[in-house]
Structure formats: C-alpha cells, structure tokens
C-alpha cells in the first residue's frame, strides 16, 4: 500500500542550528515527492519536489531535501534554521501514474531563539 | 493573480444538516483536488478533478460525500447529514494539470459540527 510516514511528530532545533525533518515513502511506482509548509492560520505552501534527475533538490526559503532510493527517503534540510522556519511540514508523495497524492501527518518544526 | 480561494472560510452546523464547501481555483489550473484535515492527522485525499474526466473519487469516506465541478472551473464539497466526525479543515488544491504539478492549496473552510 502506498503510504508516506513522518516518524517526528514534533523537532526542536536551535536558531543558527542545522534542521533536519524526516520523510519515508512507500510507493509501487515510481515516486514523485514533495514537501509542502503550513503556517499559523495559513495554507499549505510548496516547498520543493522530486521528479527526476539530481537526488537533491533545492526549494524555497534555503531548504533542500535529498532523495534516497535505497533508504526510501526524502528528508528536508536546512543548514542554518530561522525563528521564522517554526510552522508545520508536511511531505507528500504521487504514485505514478495514479492521481492520488498521499500525505504525511506532518511534523512540527519549532526554532528556538 | 489571485490564488485558490475556498469559502466560507468557517462553518458551524448541527449533525444532520447538509453543508456545502466552495473552491475557486486557480484560473487556468485543470486539475484540482479536496483534502480533509483533521486535529493531529495528515492530509487525506477525498476527490480528484482532471479537465472533463471523470473524476477519481476513491477517497470520499461515504456515500454522504459528494463533488461536483461546473465549467472546470468552481468545485463545490457537500456533505450530506452531517455528522461530528465530520469536522475538519477541508482543503481545495489546484494545479495546472495533473502529473507532477505542484499544487496550489486555498486556505481552507473549517467545519465544526455540533
């Protein structure tokens, strides 16, 4: 069954610190990835995707996330994290050629000043 | 240009009463989707619009659900005899086509149902 697991409900990181927020996938096909960011009271933003082509993937805001075949991964990074990085991420997953998207249960990132 | 734009923004009702959600997508966006999202949850994928396919509704947790999109373009949730589990944020999205596009999220209608 397809499915896309976020093992960290929550990750706390110090301002300045590397971040890191981790996604696993389950797919019959091949995968396209995705990681969306949700704010306060706000809906979900893109972040970044995964196609093909170069297994890192560089997105908005300074994240990059790295696809990991053999690991089933597509964890998000980020070198040096921002207060303003604090919201709730989500990493999503389509199981070409199907239409359905399918989504984590998301992980809160909060920055510590 | 404008986003996705989904009203009411918030909605409360009592169990058994029929509601209605509205999406607005993109224009020129033929793909759009609806996801509920509940405290603690991901996103679950309800239904799937693509141009003037059929769409893919595999994701509609009851027969109480239905969907319907006039034109390709405005989409409308209805949840008949609501129920309290019913309540959730339901998201609409939208992208250009289907595919690996990136969709574009509104920013909800909350429903509460008393």
């Known amino acids: 069954a397809q499915s896309v697991a976020q093992p960290e409900d929550q990750v706390n990181v110090a301002e300045g610190n590397p971040l890191t927020v981790k996604c696993t996938y389950s797919v019959s096909g091949n995968p396209y990835l995705f990681w969306y960011v949700q704010y306060p009271n706000r809906g979900l933003q893109f972040l970044l995707k995964y196609i093909t082509g170069d297994n890192l993937v560089k997105g908005s805001y300074g994240f990059e996330a790295e696809f990991n075949k053999s690991q089933t991964s597509f964890h998000l990074k980020k070198p040096s994290a921002l207060v303003s990085d604090s919201a709730l991420y989500f990493c999503?997953?389509?199981?070409?050629?199907?239409?359905?998207?399918?989504f984590g249960t998301g992980t809160s990132l909060t920055v510590i000043p | 240009g404008a986003g996705v734009s989904q009203s009411p923004s918030n909605k409360v009702t009592e169990k058994g009463k029929d509601v209605e959600l509205r999406c607005d997508p993109i224009?020129?966006?033929?793909?759009l989707y609806w996801y509920r999202q509940s405290l603690g949850q991901g996103l679950e994928f309800l239904i799937y619009f693509q141009g003037n396919s059929a769409p893919d509704k595999s994701g509609l947790p009851s027969d109480r659900f239905s969907a319907e999109r006039t034109g390709g373009s405005v989409s409308t949730l209805t949840i008949q005899r609501t129920q309290q589990e019913d309540s959730a944020v339901y998201l609409c999205a939208s992208s250009i086509t289907a595919g690996g596009e990136t969709q574009y999220f509104g920013p909800g209608t909350r429903l509460l149902v008393l």
């Open positions: 999503a997953v389509r199981d070409m050629p199907g239409n359905q998207f399918y």
């Open positions: 224009s020129g966006h033929t793909a």
